[in-house]
């Protein structure tokens, strides 16, 4: 069965702190996503990855930055949170690069407060 | 304007009702779309691939306009278990190669 798990259910963190989320995937799957989702603004793409090492701007990658340092495990970090990046951040992976199906983990609710 | 636009609702149908979702995209070079479903407090999943020709899974059946750049799902004989949230998604075109999702669109199936 297909599973993409994430670190942390609910987070809160304070201003300025710095902030890993974490990404699992065990489908050996090429493709990585991180996004946020946001009411009224829908599911909105941060950074991917294609492979190991690699990672692409997605729509919104100001003050976040990613690192894939092995295949299974994709994370996002917050250099310093603040208050307009109170979200839910949902990570996907998908096999490659022409496959459309994304698998989504369950997602981090992150609270900064 | 956004790049895939959805009426968010929420619809309301009784139980056995038919209903249809609509969904417009800017960009003409998009190559692909779908339909994700998402769960109250969960996480989006694929529904179905939309295609020129039509595309019918059981009691779901979606379309694609191309020259209207247009999208739509139809639901038939509803179920409660059909409440949920429902993301028109486009692939490719402008956006490169990555999913664009629309905001969703929210259906509550009543008994």
């Known amino acids: 069965d297909v599973k993409v798990t994430q670190s942390s259910r609910y987070l809160v963190k304070r201003t300025g702190e710095k902030v890993f989320l974490e990404c699992v995937q065990d489908?050996?799957?090429?493709?990585m996503f991180w996004y946020r989702q946001d009411p009224g603004l829908g599911l909105r793409l941060i950074y991917f990855s294609y492979d190991v090492k690699m990672k692409e701007k997605g729509d919104i990658p100001e003050g976040y930055s990613v690192s894939r340092e092995k295949k299974e495990r994709f994370s996002l970090i917050l250099e310093s949170a603040s208050t307009n990046q109170t979200s839910m951040y949902l990570c996907?992976?998908?096999?490659?690069?022409?496959?459309?199906?994304?698998?989504f983990g369950p997602g981090t609710r992150l609270t900064v407060t | 304007r956004k790049e895939v636009e959805q009426d968010p609702g929420p619809f309301n149908v009784p139980e056995g009702a038919t209903v249809a979702f609509n969904c417009t995209y800017s960009n003409s070079a998009s190559q692909s779309f779908f339909w994700y479903r998402q769960d109250c407090r969960k996480e989006p999943k694929l529904l179905m691939s939309v295609y020129s020709s039509g595309n019918e899974d059981g009691r779901f059946t979606a379309q694609l306009n191309r020259a209207s750049q247009y999208i739509s799902l139809l639901i038939r004989d509803s179920k409660l278990s059909d409440s949920a949230t429902y993301l028109c998604?486009?692939?490719?075109?402008?956006?490169?190669?990555?999913?664009?999702f629309g905001t969703g669109t929210q259906l509550k199936v009543e008994l």
């Open positions: 998604v486009v692939w490719g075109g402008g956006g490169g190669n990555k999913l664009t």
């Open positions: 489908m050996d799957h090429e493709n």
């Open positions: 996907a992976s998908s096999r490659s690069t022409l496959t459309y199906e994304q698998y």
